[in-house]
């Protein structure tokens, strides 16, 4: 049936379905349908009616193609382009058994396949760790990491599954050409047949907890490692950095991991740690020490497998550059972290801060490169031969010539080829796209060869980009200065495209094959000229410009046929400049916004010859802007009015509209533009050499030196204690760094377990009208499905904290995309998911409500109402009073948790009274066992939850991991089978929750020197569709709003807003760094309105000691005014203070800012109950303590604290105490662990247990004597029968306060207090930033372990700087489904957007008179989060300086996140004005902020 392409889907009676196979083709011809079809529809299509639809397949009419249209699954912005690609007005759609796409091969083609591999061998062998490992039927649907996993190697991590996180992180070896090459590679994405007769190294095979491998060793003693999920990856990369070159600088060290992440550390102390192996810095300017390596790797590229091959062949010294040399003597490498170059002074050492002394290291052992594991010799002789596997829907080939590809493809043109499977295994894995046939071609020589000609470079299309780093180095030093221009923007695009792991298996000829609108390289290769060739056997051997290359979104002049066999990029020629660029959110590892790559070529007078203006980001694919190319041909270079003319040209060859997909039209316009500005002025002042380095230049780009830093280690302790207070490792350390350290998915599998997958909503707002899981059920390995009908009653299908208004499974109405409607159970986690993608899900939608103004607009409120003002105040009269009243509204967006470990559950059914174990990675093990209880219809007493550690937690598993956790409860109890589910990336973003994003409407009076008088706020969050914690967090932001500041009148109201987005929940802070962040928004307004400093505006209403908050509490121990002081002058301050206005004075395009930010944070749960406690500990007869406690283990380091405490209290060593795991049974009726108090609280239930103990041991101490060890201490009490277990207790004193009741008890038990500086830079013409230096204070009591709570400060500081300058959370507007759903599209900080200088110091000589907590400790897991908005108002100071050169006076209200779109505009100038777009009536943006 063909449609009226006017006429919607929906025109057919129904709305368009959730998914849809559409096929891409001119003229379709056949369509076969597979076994589960259910119908086929085709029609045509509007591009609006298929905003997500992919590009398709369809080559010859005899290989049938199908496509889903996924409505989420898409990545980046790359599908964005799509709607407006005209290519796309006819798709044929059908719709079958929600699938994910199928390349279907003809029985024919099959046959002429299998004739055509006869000869191919099936079986695949490599080695593991130097085992060796033959598969006879290798598994053609898994990737190497399933396969690592399957095997037991549970070390090696699931953090994304696309390549984004570095948490699957193995080191890959292969002998090639004589020489042993080395690279780190993400198992996540790496198919199983890329290893082939080549080494697999994982965490274990390196070393144990017992024998770390130094590179283990150093990062566990220098607290590299906190919930130690991400660090197996990052161990890896570091190790695979060493194989590949033993002696790297500190640049390549940093390098080695801009493809991980981790969320807890800060990063800090694995870069200290990585750097005890560098061997010099490598910094721009020259390390102190020698310069040769910096010379070999003058890119930063020391990493990978940078070959340095030409023409086929290695040149230099016999070694592959970096490739260890077995047959040299070790390095000695001394005990102690060493001074780099041995030079007292060396710029590694030497602080960034010269007042403070250099780091101390511990002591560890050498690194000798010869005790690595060692190559397995077989390998050496291993000849690649041609391999096929798999079945008929899924198969695998290897060829190993050019020529046995090209007959393949010729044979069956729908054959996938894989590359680096950096695309490929993206459209497998979230696309859903199953390609029949896939062919490998990273073994195939002829596809990774190297050609110096005398027109330029020649290169194999599959040759890894890392290898083309290499390549591009000696093409500069070849083509010399004259010839090299395209090969050094080629090489700046590099650095900056994707992480390590990506580039060294990622080809060019994937990129520009998959001919994404924004790849990177694909506008520099258009921009010079370069050329694509492609061969077939029937077509032979054609050439094709890349500027001809790109047809439309996502489709090229590639024959079906053909292959893509080499890139030739010519050499430069005189007169000619070349130019590449990229903004993307992050620095690392980021997809561009938009990029550019430039090429001018000019005659006599400056006369323009040649000129190529290509950009990436600003159309459905990379695009020449034409018109403007066309204008400045035969111009003058460098005369104004050509260049007023190019800019308006660029006007008409960008003309976005507002609502263009993919977002941000003003922004990429304005970089489009502002790229050409920076290419004009670049060749400009340097044709004319009239500009020096240090000019204030448009053109000149941030860069960050090498991270450095520095930590107080003097403790702000009484000396007294023999344990606490010393910088101890993480107990668990050598565990997590060695792989040992066990998580909910690496428990070891039950013969009958059942794997999980939920069915989630795809709608925001909508009646279910109907689930079909019959085609679901009829798959493979489907054991059930359960769903809300599978509970005990309705009423235990309602769960939530505070308020039981929450479903575990929909009913017959959702609420928001991504809640749970059922949940599918298989043998295996795939066929679980294949099956839950093929429930079908039949919806009627309804309106809904997305964001906070929305919200307010409909009056979208949950019941939850607080207020706090003081009884009698006459707020009226207050601001009548004041000399000025400011109004202003303050606005910051959500934060993902981002825990490296996603949320897990496994639930054991056992035959017996409803018993059951429910293993989760959970922060609250109590609530877990009291839903798991409640789901399966049995009291507390049967249930037992278990939590071992988690990979993170940051309150995002404080109450929504409870969720899932009953789900599990709910399906063991129906298939009396255990069940586990370890949510994907992509499912945890979309169900989870996330922090509330905030808004505030303010009103502050002031007097004319400064003096606040007072303050009326309206404060929303977003809760999302339920309540979950969103009352308490909000009132937490009321208690907060006032920062450190006395205000006499306060008048503040808290609501939380009912939207259609997924339930946001707890994350370290919980409202209090919103409510702040509020505060120091109109702090920053009231300033700037009053001309006066911000500092000093601080300074004036600082609360004085003794004084009351808003909420009535008497401020006590209040010791910000110092903490103040102390930093201001221990970070020099003022003099900084100077030199950045001084800067910003002489420099234009780019600014710097400067910001002292203080905070007070309120310590206890505000639900009074919560702030209890209990411990439990036994002392064996052979002296050994095993301690449990009610709190429980992510990361931050709670266990080793209490650990600490009990070792200290009883008198024994950390080694004699021993934590197994967070159970119920053992601990019953826990707090979750949150708020910063559980150190506090567990730790004085363990006082008072050990305090029980110690009382029945005191007649033994005094009758074996002050050296009696413990061993003896408890067999002679245990011979006397004398109880040596204890169940300590312990409630919070003093507090209690009541909402509404000003009279009431104090609301916090105290305040944790701090201070942090950070100085920024910024690119004005692009919103590019750095933070250069940071320092932080803060005053957390008497530590514990130093080294622990500097490891939170550090984490908080960077996760805090996350949340305010680049971490947004975007919903699609067309379908209310979460945009941002992994590392690809949501950007957490990386190891290089740390503070280039980050210093921490510790508040001490304080005497805490009112401190009555454990050691005289404070909380510090949440406080020094806001110090991270330190960087956000130093952006702000830079970008108001920025405002007024440009002449633009009005106030600056500043938005958080600070991300570079906001910086750019907030930098109004004339390029923005001119980007500028209006909406047109109804026109919306892309995406929604909620
Ligand atoms: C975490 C992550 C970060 C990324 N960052 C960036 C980035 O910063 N910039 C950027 O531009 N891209 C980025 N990408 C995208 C991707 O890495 C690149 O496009 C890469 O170059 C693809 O190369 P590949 O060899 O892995 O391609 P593959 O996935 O193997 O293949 C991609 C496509 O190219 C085809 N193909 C491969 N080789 C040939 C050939 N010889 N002839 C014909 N067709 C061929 C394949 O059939 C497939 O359609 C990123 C991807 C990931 C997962
Ligand atoms: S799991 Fe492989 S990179 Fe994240
Ligand atoms: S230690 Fe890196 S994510 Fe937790």
């Not at 020489?179 to 080494?199: E, F, Q, R, T, Y």
């Not at 900080?1389 to 200088?1397: I, Y």
């Amino acid at each position: 049936m063909i449609l009226d392409p006017r006429q919607s889907v929906a025109g057919m009676g129904h709305r368009l379905p959730t998914s849809w196979t559409h096929v891409h083709s001119e003229h379709p011809t056949r369509i076969q349908l597979p076994r589960t079809a259910l119908s086929v529809q085709p029609i045509t299509l509007w591009p609006d009616h298929l905003p997500h639809a992919r590009p398709l397949l369809s080559d010859k009419p005899s290989d049938i193609v199908y496509a889903l249209v996924s409505s989420t699954g898409m990545r980046g912005n790359l599908f964005a382009a799509l709607s407006t690609d005209p290519s796309y007005d006819r798709v044929l759609l059908h719709q079958h058994d929600n699938q994910h796409t199928s390349t279907m091969v003809t029985a024919d083609t099959q046959a002429a396949l299998a004739a055509l591999t006869a000869t191919y061998t099936s079986t695949l062998s490599f080695y593991l760790n130097a085992q060796r490992v033959s598969l006879e039927v290798p598994d053609p649907t898994i990737t190497l990491l399933e396969y690592i996993r399957s095997t037991g190697l549970t070390g090696t991590k699931l953090g994304c599954a696309e390549g984004g996180c570095g948490a699957c992180t193995v080191l890959v070896q292969s002998w090639e050409d004589g020489k042993v090459v080395s690279k780190s590679v993400n198992a996540c994405i790496a198919p199983l047949i890329s290893v082939d007769g080549k080494h697999v190294v994982t965490v274990e095979g390196i070393g144990n907890s017992t024998a770390p491998h130094p590179v283990q060793e150093r990062i566990a003693k220098m607290h590299g490692s906190q919930c130690g999920f991400c660090t197996p990856g990052i161990v890896m990369s570091l190790y695979a950095l060493l194989q590949q070159n033993p002696e790297p600088t500190e640049a390549e060290v940093e390098e080695c991991w801009d493809g991980n992440l981790c969320r807890c550390t800060g990063y800090r102390p694995i870069l200290d740690a990585g750097k005890t192996f560098a061997t010099g810095c490598g910094r721009a300017g020259g390390c102190c020490r020698d310069q040769k390596k910096e010379d070999a790797h003058a890119n930063g590229n020391g990493n990978g497998d940078s070959t340095t091959v030409k023409n086929g062949e290695v040149d230099g010294d016999g070694l592959l550059d970096g490739e260890i040399d077995f047959t040299s003597k070790p390095k000695k490498v001394p005990t102690t972290a060493p001074s780099p170059c041995g030079k007292t002074n060396c710029c590694r050492t030497t602080p960034s801060n010269p007042k403070q002394p250099p780091p101390s290291t511990p002591t560890f052992a050498p690194y000798e490169p010869s005790k690595d594991l060692a190559f397995p010799a077989k390998l050496k002789s291993f000849t690649p031969s041609a391999l096929a596997f798999g079945t008929p829907t899924r198969r695998w080939l290897r060829p190993t010539t050019l020529d046995e590809l090209l007959k393949i493809k010729a044979i069956c043109p729908s054959a996938k080829i894989v590359g680096g499977s950096s695309e490929v295994q993206i459209e497998t894995k979230f696309k859903g796209v199953n390609f029949a046939v896939s062919v490998y071609t990273g073994d195939i020589p002829e596809l990774r060869t190297v050609e110096f000609t005398e027109d330029g470079l020649v290169i194999g299309a599959n040759i890894t980009l890392s290898s083309l780093e290499g390549v591009l180095d000696e093409a500069c030093e070849h083509f010399a200065e004259k010839g090299s221009a395209p090969y050094r923007a080629l090489l700046k695009t590099l650095r900056g495209f994707a992480g390590r792991q990506i580039r060294n298996v990622a080809t060019p000829a994937g990129n520009i094959a998959t001919a994404s609108p924004i790849s990177d390289l694909n506008p520099v290769l258009m921009a010079t000229g370069s050329k694509v060739v492609m061969e077939s056997v029937n077509g032979g051997t054609s050439e094709c410009y890349i500027r001809d290359f790109f047809k439309g979104y996502r489709s090229t002049a590639l024959e079906p046929e053909a292959v893509i066999t080499k890139l030739v990029i010519p050499a430069s020629k005189g007169g000619e400049w070349v130019q590449s660029y990229k903004q993307a959110k992050r620095k690392d590892d980021d997809i561009a916004i938009v990029n550019a790559g430039m090429r001018v070529r000019l005659g006599g007078g400056y006369v323009v010859e040649e000129i190529d203006l290509c950009y990436g980001g600003m159309a459905p694919t990379t695009v020449a802007s034409k018109k403007t190319m066309a204008f400045l041909k035969g111009k003058v270079w460098g005369e104004k009015d050509v260049l007023e003319g190019a800019m308006k040209s660029l006007e008409e060859d960008f003309n976005l509209p507002f609502g263009v997909p993919g977002g941000m039209p003003i922004y990429r316009k304005s970089l489009a533009f502002s790229f050409f500005f920076k290419f004009w002025s670049e060749v400009t002042t340097t044709m004319t050499g009239t500009a020096s380095e240090d000019d204030d230049l448009p053109h000149a780009e941030i860069t960050r030196n090498i991270s450095a830093g520095w930590r107080d280690e003097e403790i702000p302790n009484d000396g007294n204690n023999a344990i606490v207070g010393k910088p101890l490792p993480h107990v668990a350390a050598l565990k997590q760094v060695t792989g040992e350290a066990q998580y909910i998915d690496d428990l070891p599998r039950f013969s009958n377990e059942l794997y999980g997958c939920l069915v989630l909503s795809t709608k925001a707002h909508a009646k279910i009208v109907r689930v079909d899981t019959d085609a679901a059920l009829d798959m493979s390995g489907v054991a059930g499905y359960v769903d809300h009908t599978d509970l005990p009653s309705p009423e235990a299908n309602w769960w939530g904290a505070p308020r039981c208004d929450e479903v575990f499974f929909a009913v017959d109405e959702v609420f928001c995309a991504g809640q749970p409607i059922g949940f599918i159970l298989a043998d295996t986690k795939a066929h679980a998911q294949a099956a839950a993608r093929a429930v079908v899900v039949e919806y009627e939608e309804l309106p809904a409500i997305f964001t906070m103004e929305e919200a307010i607009a409909q009056d979208s409120f949950f019941a939850h109402y607080r207020f706090i003002k003081r009884d009698g105040d006459d707020m009226d009269g207050a601001f009548a009073k004041a000399d000025h009243v400011f109004e202003g509204v303050a606005r910051m967006g959500g934060q993902e948790h981002f825990y490296l470990e996603t949320n897990a559950a496994m639930a054991v059914w056992k035959p017996e009274d409803g018993e059951m174990d429910v293993y989760s990675s959970t922060q609250n093990p109590t609530e877990t066992q009291t839903y798991a209880a409640k789901v399966t219809g049995v009291p507390a007493n049967r249930v037992v939850c278990k939590v071992k550690r988690m990979g993170g937690g940051f309150g995002g598993k404080e109450t929504r991991s409870v969720q899932l956790s009953s789900i599990c409860a709910i399906a063991a109890k129906k298939m009396k089978r255990p069940v586990r589910c370890m949510l994907d990336r992509d499912e945890d973003m979309a169900t989870s929750g996330q922090r509330h994003p905030f808004l505030s409407r303010w009103k502050v009076g002031v007097n004319n020197d400064g003096k606040l008088v007072a303050l009326d706020a309206d404060v929303f969050c977003n809760g999302g569709w339920t309540q979950d914690l969103s009352g308490a967090i909000v009132e937490r932001a009321l208690s907060h709003i006032d920062n450190v500041y006395y205000i006499p009148h306060v008048n503040v109201r808290g609501r939380v807003c009912k939207t259609n987005i997924h339930s946001n929940t707890a994350f370290r802070g919980f409202g209090g760094p919103q409510g702040m962040f509020i505060c120091e928004s109109y702090m920053s307004e009231i300033a700037d309105q009053l001309n006066m400093s911000v500092d000093k505006l601080r300074e004036i209403n600082f609360y004085k000691e003794g004084q009351k908050t808003h909420f009535n509490q008497v401020l006590e121990d209040f010791h910000v005014p110092q903490i103040y002081e102390q930093i201001k002058v221990e970070a020099d301050y003022d003099e900084r203070r100077k030199a950045v206005d001084e800067f910003n004075k002489t420099h234009r395009w780019r600014k710097r800012g400067l910001a002292l930010i203080p905070t007070k944070f309120g310590i206890s749960f505000t639900a009074l109950f919560l702030n209890q406690a209990g411990a439990l500990v036994h002392i064996y007869h052979d002296g050994s303590i095993l301690l449990a406690h009610g709190g429980t283990e992510m990361g931050q380091g709670l266990h080793t604290k209490m650990c600490m405490v009990a070792a200290e209290e009883l008198g024994v060593t950390l080694e004699n105490v021993h934590i197994s795991e967070t159970a119920t049974n053992t601990v019953a009726n826990t707090s979750s662990t949150a708020a910063s108090a559980s150190s506090d609280l567990n730790g004085m239930a363990i006082k008072n247990a050990c305090d029980q103990i110690n009382e029945r041991l005191k007649p033994y101490r005094e009758k074996l004597g002050p050296d009696a060890t413990m061993k003896q201490l408890a067999t002679a009490a245990y011979f006397d029968r004398v109880n040596l277990s204890a169940n300590g207790f312990y409630k919070t004193p003093t507090i209690g306060y009541e909402w509404g009741n000003e009279n009431s008890k104090p609301m916090f038990f105290y305040f944790t207090q701090g201070a942090a500086i950070a100085e920024v830079e910024i690119d004005t013409l692009t919103g590019d930033w750095k933070c250069e230096r940071a320092d932080v204070k803060m005053d957390i009591g008497r530590t514990i372990n130093q080294a622990i709570d500097y490891g939170q400060i550090e984490g908080a500081f960077v996760q805090g700087m996350g949340l305010f300058t680049m971490e947004e959370s975007l919903w699609l507007r067309h379908n209310g489904n979460l945009f941002t759903k992994g590392p690809g599209a949501y950007k957490i900080p990386g190891f290089r957007d740390v503070p280039v200088s980050f210093n921490l110091s510790m508040l001490k000589g304080v005497p805490w008179k009112n401190l009555r907590t454990i050691q005289r400790s404070k909380g510090v897991g949440e406080p020094p989060l806001f110090m991270g908005s330190a960087v956000f108002f130093a952006m702000r100071d830079a970008i108001k300086s920025a405002r007024k050169d440009a002449g633009n006076t009005g106030l600056l209200a500043l938005h958080s996140p600070a991300t570079p779109e906001r910086i750019r505009l907030a930098c109004t100038d004339e390029i923005t004005e001119r980007a500028h777009v209006n909406a047109k009536e109804k026109e919306h943006n892309w995406f929604i902020q909620p």
